[in-house]
């Protein structure tokens, strides 16, 4: 069974950084993309960054410049590395992996249980 485990939130304020991990465990064969989405109270989820095998990245417009998400392919693990945070980027961030699990010929979406980050201005 593949799990993503996150972590690395916190309370911070305003203009700190912050640094979230997840490594994905389990049976994998193969991953495609991993990426952070943020849900804030009242708000729909949205994609925060992404990087897809080969290392492309993409970002929201809200965080270019200020976040870096990179990948470490040895440890099925990805980081979000937040600097200059801002009261408006406190949410719940969520890790999600497409990946090719043991056994399955197909990709599928899994999701991490959340890591609340608080910015306080």
């Known amino acids: 069974q593949v799990q993503l485990v996150e972590s690395g939130g916190g309370l911070v304020q305003a203009g700190e950084s912050l640094r979230l991990s997840c490594a994905a465990s389990g049976r994998i064969v193969s991953i495609n993309a991993m990426g952070w989405y943020r849900q804030a109270p009242g708000k729909q989820r949205e994609l925060v960054a992404r990087?897809?095998?080969?290392?492309?990245?993409n970002y929201a417009d809200s965080v270019k410049g200020r976040f870096t998400i990179s990948r470490d392919n040895a440890k099925n693990t990805v980081y979000l590395q937040m600097s200059s945070l801002k009261p408006e980027d406190t949410a719940v961030y969520y890790c999600?992996?497409?990946?090719?699990?043991?056994?399955?010929?197909?990709?599928?979406?899994?999701w991490g249980q959340g890591t609340q980050v608080t910015v306080s201005s």
């Open positions: 999600n992996a497409r990946l090719r699990g043991g056994g399955s010929t197909y990709y599928t979406e899994y």
């Open positions: 990087v897809i095998s080969g290392g492309s990245t």
